[in-house]
């Protein structure tokens, strides 16, 4: 199959299953991903431009969030799409094993699967969820499932098991210090790491000026 066509036709379902979603993980979202993964790939080698793009339009398609924390849900989807559209086999299963691991899913988790296209994918997906975007994403699910800004008598939970960061109630602001602050650190590419840098930056002032108005 064609590779633009079978781009086209991925964007134009993701944007159909999105059309009800919540806004931090909208088609907005995944779009956001997807240029993301595009200027990561730009500046690599040696990788398979396709992969890359259909992981990054696919990885959040049936999200574990939003089905009762079911972690196949997602890669079956996007398997049984691609297989409905006639894709290789083996390219199939490389998209549907980044989408397996591409998330966060607490500090302790461990990929069972790697390639440069997985780094690229999970990088521009990472991206998005720091910076000013990613402030905004935090409170929007936060307040989707009813969180509280901010107590300071719930302190932040740094060494969550992957169950407790699934089922996590935290207070919005805790997220930053469970999870936003430490994709820096963990961005497989150099230009990932490069474009971090700013949006972590940004995210630390932002954290001085709500404590600061927090004691006024």
Not at 81 to 99: C, P, R, T, Y
Not at 106 to 130: C, Y
Not at 172 to 189: A, R, V
């Amino acid at each position: 199959m064609d590779s633009s066509l079978i781009i086209d036709k991925t964007i134009k379902y993701v944007q159909q299953s999105f059309q009800n979603a919540e806004g931090g993980h909208d088609w907005w979202h995944t779009h956001r991903v997807y240029v993301n993964a595009k200027k990561i790939a730009d500046s690599e080698i040696d990788i398979d431009f396709e992969i890359v793009l259909l992981a990054a339009l696919l990885h959040d398609i049936a999200d574990s969030k939003f089905h009762n924390g079911d972690e196949e849900i997602g890669p079956e989807t996007a398997r049984k799409f691609l297989a409905s559209e006639g894709f290789d086999n083996q390219k199939l299963e490389h998209v549907v094993s980044i989408i397996k691991n591409i998330s966060f899913k607490g500090g302790n988790s461990k990929r069972t699967f790697n390639s440069k296209e997985l780094d690229i994918v999970q990088d521009a997906d990472r991206l998005d969820a720091i910076g000013a975007i990613g402030i905004a994403r935090v409170f929007n699910f936060g307040g989707f499932k009813g969180n509280e800004i901010y107590n300071p008598e719930i302190k932040p939970n740094l060494e969550m098991t992957k169950e407790e960061y699934k089922k996590g109630r935290q207070p919005s602001i805790n997220h930053f210090y469970e999870k936003l602050l430490l994709l820096k650190d963990l961005m497989n590419t150099k230009t990932g790491r490069q474009m971090a840098q700013e949006r972590h930056e940004f995210m630390l002032k932002y954290l001085e000026q709500f404590y600061r108005e927090v004691v006024e």
